[in-house]
């Protein structure tokens, strides 16, 4: 390298320092590698094929890019004192026709996002391609395509700031060359390596999925799946689990199991039907930061593990002298079993496995070691006796802690060698001690054999999860190769599922596994039987990279892009791939719709500022329809677009992509980002049931047929079951499992055994049962109008007659059903003649309004537990189901529910009386609806104009302005006068007045 190119990187570095480095908003990486080995330029990669890893090629042209960025830079720089901004949207293709756009106007008019540009040359060549691995590319895609067995999908689950993403990013990390791992130390974990989206770096939280991978020991191909923790994007977390093989969950070591995690063992074990191992991170905390002692540090442990316990059927299922518990810190870069911790630290123990082996199994729970010898010793507290996991793991794991933090580096570099054999990694004494003990716990807990590069952090993930994904169950809810095994359609070629659409390297892709067959480019598939495409561009996602490949096998997760004769760039949605060849099949084999456990049940009502923005509104909402396939989208009659979400946080940056990205992604010309209006106040769906049962079974007759329905409610245990994903009785009916539906219906809910084999069809919580008595029934007219009643419940299901919102816990019963003229009749009348049937059993039968609630949880201070009250007694609604104390720390967890509609702004609140220490988390998926108060049908009810309503009025007003805001109301309907929904609309009129007169109406 010349003295000029020093000169010039001197320079450069002087002028990077004077730059507001405070944003973290930069797809780049700063900081992530030797000083010698970054990344120029901070973009994301997308490769072009299988090149060799161990080559870095130089790019003419790339340089010259690059060389051109540079340049602009440093002007800006050094003409100016203010920071420099450009569009994070920005391809590399767009910087010819960037002197045509005014700098002025870009500036203000376009998202400024402060972007490292810094470039860093080694060898006179620039990094600008995806790290170099420390296995072999080529082995790793020979095991891919030798068997799906070799692909491993694993997922890493875990409640909001439990260190998931902090830990993948290690993991990957440690399976790149020495050259890109870090050498000055993160320790903030500013730039975590599974970052890759705006969106994440500008909320500094997860909000989607992202998967590296890895070879191990050119043997298994580990796909780890890192998925948000903040419960509004907990169903990308269900997509995660239903593209995995295994699922790991992680345990912040202070909070312990906290109600987050108790909900997603839920998810993942009883509604997914995947084993799962736990990792405690994060102990680190519970040394540097709750300062307990040895014993206490123990006794900590142990009642998470006890508690972890209590989640599962069979006791003690989780252990770690099992190796389905394993111990990390994300912050200094380790992990560890038993197994591998003994083994590091000892290494007598490494040398024989037959001792290893022996005090594993030894070095967990009331075991005590003295006088060279283990004794199970169930009161060794009382005894003043030392259990064996401090004995072997606490009293060494403090030992590190201690002469870490203590030792000045050279006495340290002689203890480390002295008590482990290991050489510390170089160090100095003025180094921040958090860089020093990330060092010294890699010099200990890493393999620094050359020739394999084995990470220690890798290899006990791996050990350690193999086993259990092989005592797997098959999931209930997946669709897999069992599933095609059963249908006797093995000879299928192709079987692929889209889960989503998913941004990544500033594209849009679908993601997607696949089950069956082989996909390359240029293949035709069918997508849900309905268009013909073809693959374009088929990618792995990689951390910060993508990696394009030419063909994908099955039990891979890939990235896919097609092209089809309408669209150039044809964005493929939920659904299935066939092959051309399977078209045949295709209904066969669809796969289901993903049941989400968080309902989208928070709304926001949006319209652009300026009318020439309003296709580029509908056109980005039809986009983000397919980017969060959980939310819902409408349009009202005023035209404005209502979008509902699962939570604020989703809503918030939703609005943020849709306001910014996907409009870019449409137009990548527009200077003017489109400007939304929202509603100020949180607005909520809501649902419709009934609180008793019709007070009459009321016919409805066309000049053909006559039929009569009555309603009733649920009980609520069977509510409940179905609502907390503990029964599923729509998709036992699905799957035509109508015998143990029957069964479980009789014998667990006390429902008739008429009943209980006649039902004809189920949505949710809603039921629709034949209930006419066999000898009165004509069969053979029953079987002819049988889907036009299915088609009138399910339209009644989805909307209903009070404010067309989905109906709630209501069971209907066919009562009659006649034939009045055989000559003249079409069954097809009987499609509106049901649907009025269904609104008539409804309205008769004390209809009610359903509001959804939150389970909520929140974590603080135990001093701050006074504060939380008082906000919570101030939202209406709100219940304090349980105030738990979190054992060996500080901290409280407060349970409980609150209504949708009062809980904007919680967060907030909780925050500023607790002083920014309260992690407060909502939840839906329990899908809790309650009854508003009040009568939905009284019609005395008076309003006022500028207050809001209170009591047993919220029902009614609730009811009338969600008709107003739909346009349901009539000419002289509106929230101030006695009009609205009623049976009049449905009736005769002099029908209709004799139940008046009888009081009934």
Not at 109 to 134: C, M
Not at 307 to 327: C, M
Not at 608 to 632: A, E, M, R, V, W
Not at 915 to 925: D, K, L, M, P
Request: proline share 3%; hydrophobic share 35%; glycine share 4%.
């Amino acid at each position: 390298m010349s003295n000029n190119d020093l000169l010039f990187d001197k320079e450069l570095d002087k002028e990077y320092n004077n730059l507001d480095s405070g944003s973290d908003s930069s797809i780049g990486i700063k900081n992530f590698g030797q000083d010698d080995s970054e990344l120029s330029e901070g973009e994301l990669y997308k490769s072009s094929g299988d090149e060799n890893d161990d080559d870095i090629e130089q790019d003419d042209k790339l340089l010259e890019t690059i060389q051109l960025k540079l340049a602009q830079r440093k002007k800006i720089s050094n003409g100016s004192s203010q920071v420099m901004f450009v569009d994070e949207f920005q391809s590399d293709s767009d910087i010819e026709n960037e002197a045509d756009i005014d700098d002025e106007n870009m500036n203000d008019n376009k998202l400024k996002i402060l972007k490292d540009q810094r470039s860093v040359k080694k060898n006179g060549k620039y990094y600008n391609k995806p790290p170099r691995f420390t296995f072999s590319s080529t082995k790793m895609n020979q095991k891919i395509e030798e068997s799906p067995d070799n692909i491993k999908n694993i997922a890493i689950i875990g409640p909001f700031r439990s260190g998931k993403t902090s830990l993948v990013s290690n993991m990957i990390v440690k399976k790149h060359r020495k050259h890109f791992q870090r050498q000055k130390y993160d320790y903030l974990n500013l730039k975590k390596y599974m970052d890759n989206s705006l969106i994440t770096k500008y909320r500094k939280t997860t909000s989607r999925l992202n998967m590296g991978r890895f070879l191990h020991n050119e043997d298994i191909v580990m796909n780890i799946i890192d998925t948000p923790g903040h419960s509004d994007f907990w169903n990308e977390t269900q997509i995660a689990l239903e593209m995995s093989d295994f699922a790991y969950i992680i345990i912040d070591c202070v909070e312990g199991v906290t109600d987050s995690v108790i909900k997603l063992y839920e998810v993942a074990r009883l509604k997914m039907g995947l084993n799962v191992g736990f990792i405690l991170n994060k102990i680190d905390r519970l040394v540097l930061e709750l300062k307990l002692d040895e014993i206490h540090f123990f006794l900590k442990i142990q009642d998470i593990v006890n508690d972890i316990n209590k989640l599962d059927y069979n006791e003690d299922s989780f252990s770690p002298e099992k190796g389905n518990i394993l111990f990390s810190s994300s912050k200094y870069h380790f992990m560890f079993s038993i197994k591998q911790f003994l083994a590091s630290v000892n290494e007598s123990y490494r040398k024989n496995n037959e001792m290893l082996d022996y005090i594993t199994k030894r070095s967990w729970g009331n075991v005590v070691f003295e006088d060279n010898k283990f004794e199970y010793c169930p009161n060794w507290n009382r005894l003043n006796k030392v259990p064996s996991f401090v004995t072997f793991i606490v009293e060494p794991l403090y030992e590190i802690f201690k002469n870490g933090l203590v030792l000045k580096t050279q006495d340290l570099k002689k203890w480390v060698e002295l008590n482990f054999g290991y050489l510390l990694k170089s160090s100095s004494d003025d180094e921040e001690y958090t860089a020093q003990l990330i060092k010294l716990f890699e010099s200990i807990f890493e393999n620094d054999n050359k020739e394999s590069t084995v990470s220690m952090i890798n290899q006990c993930f791996v050990e350690n999860t193999v086993n259990s994904i092989a005592q797997s169950p098959t999931s209930e809810q997946n669709f897999n190769l069992s599933c095609i095994e059963k249908k006797g359609l093995l000879h299928l070629s192709k079987l692929i599922r889209v889960f989503k659409v998913i941004e990544y390297n500033n594209q849009l892709w679908s993601l997607c596994k696949i089950y069956k067959g082989n996909i390359s480019i240029g293949d035709a598939l069918y997508f849900e039987g309905k268009k013909l495409l073809t693959v374009f561009e088929i990618a792995i996602m990689g951390g910060r990279f993508v990696k394009n490949i030419q063909k994908a096998f099955p039990n891979q997760i890939v990235l896919l892009r097609g092209i089809n004769t309408v669209s150039p760039d044809d964005l493929v949605g939920v659904g299935t791939l066939y092959s051309k060849e399977d078209f045949e099949l295709a209904d066969k084999v669809a796969f289901p719709k993903i049941d989400f456990i968080n309902e989208p049940v928070m709304k926001v009502v949006l319209q652009p500022k300026q009318l020439k923005h309003l296709t580029l509104l509908n056109k980005g909402l039809k986009l983000i329809s397919k980017i969060y396939p959980d939310i819902k989208t409408s349009v009202d009659t005023s035209r404005e677009y209502i979008l509902y979400g699962c939570g604020e946080l989703q809503i918030d940056t939703i609005l943020f992509e849709l306001r910014y990205f996907y409009i870019c992604y449409f137009d990548r010309n527009i200077t003017d980002f489109i400007e939304i209006k929202s509603t100020g106040n949180v607005i909520t769906s809501f649902k419709e049931g009934c609180s008793g049962e019709s007070f009459a079974s009321i016919p409805v007759t066309s000049k053909n047929y006559s039929l009569s329905i009555v309603a009733t409610k649920i009980s609520d245990d069977l509510s409940e079951v179905i609502c907390k994903n503990q029964f599923f009785p729509e998709r036992l009916f699905r799957e035509k499992k109508l015998v143990d539906l029957s069964a479980i219906l009789r014998n667990d809910f006390k429902w008739e055994s008429e009943a209980a084999r006649n039902i004809i069809a189920i949505s949710g919580t809603n039921f629709f049962i034949n209930d006419i008595l066999p000898d009165d029934l004509d069969t053979e007219l029953f079987q002819e109008l049988k889907p036009y009643l299915i088609k009138g419940f399910e339209k009644v299901v989805s909307e209903g007659p009070l404010a067309e919102e989905p109906l709630h816990n209501v069971i209907f019963k066919l009562m009659t059903l006649d034939k009045l003229d055989e000559t003249s009749s079409t069954p097809l009348e009987v499609l509106p003649l049901s649907t009025k049937a269904f609104k008539i059993a409804l309205l008769s039968a004390k209809p009610i309004l359903l509001e959804p609630y939150y389970s909520f949880s929140i974590i603080t201070k135990f001093d701050h537990e006074r504060n939380v009250k008082s906000v919570l007694k101030r939202r209406r609604g709100s219940q304090i189901f349980n105030i738990k104390e979190i054992s060996g720390s500080p901290l409280i967890q407060v349970t409980g529910i609150i209504p949708t509609i009062d809980s904007n702004g919680l967060s907030v609140d909780l925050q500023m009386v607790t002083q920014g220490s309260t992690i407060c988390q909502f939840y839906s998926i329990h899908k809790r609806w309650y009854k508003v108060p009040g009568n939905v049908l009284d019609q005395e009810i008076q309003f006022s104009k500028l207050e809001p309503s209170e009591g047993d009025a919220l029902s009614r007003d609730f009811l009338m302005k969600t008709r107003k805001r739909k346009g349901l109301e009539s000419e002289n309907e509106n929230s101030l006068n006695d009009n609205g929904p009623s049976l009049k609309d449905y009736l005769d009129l002099e029908l209709y007045l004799q139940l008046k007169e009888l009081k009934m109406v």
